[in-house]
């Protein structure tokens, strides 16, 4: 069982930053952020594969996001640069151990955080 705790979460205005964090309570072999708006379904914004750092984003973030780690505090991050409105959801980190599909299938990842709260304003 892994545990993830968000943070970083906020409010920021458009053309803005945030990076997020994601603590987990143990190993993973294969991390993601997702994000979630009202009345919207949850997508993927990016995912790393912990051991070797292969990274993988939608066209809607390319670009602007980056996903990072440091294996030594089990941590995951998020960088958010150029925010738009349209970023605005519950940012959630998800995670799963041992081998599976590259890529960001909610399905795919076994363990989630609660999320953490991203406002963009116009």
């Known amino acids: 069982q892994v545990q993830l705790v968000e943070s970083g979460g906020g409010s920021v205005q458009a053309g803005g930053s945030l990076t997020l964090s994601c603590q987990a309570s143990g190993y993973t072999s294969y991390m993601g952020w997702f994000r979630q708006a009202p009345g919207r379904e949850r997508e993927g914004v990016a995912a790393?594969?912990?051991?070797?750092?292969?990274?993988y984003y939608p066209g809607s973030v390319e670009g602007r996001f980056i996903i990072s780690q440091d294996n030594a505090k089990n941590t995951l991050y998020l960088q958010m640069n150029s925010l738009t409105p349209e970023d605005s959801a519950m940012y959630y980190c998800?995670?799963?151990?041992?081998?599976?599909?590259?890529?960001?299938?909610?399905?795919?990842?076994?363990?989630w955080g609660q999320g953490t709260q991203v406002t963009v304003s116009s």
């Open positions: 998800a995670a799963r151990i041992g081998a599976g599909v590259p890529g960001l299938f909610v399905w795919a990842f076994a363990y």
């Open positions: 790393i594969y912990t051991p070797g750092g292969d990274k």
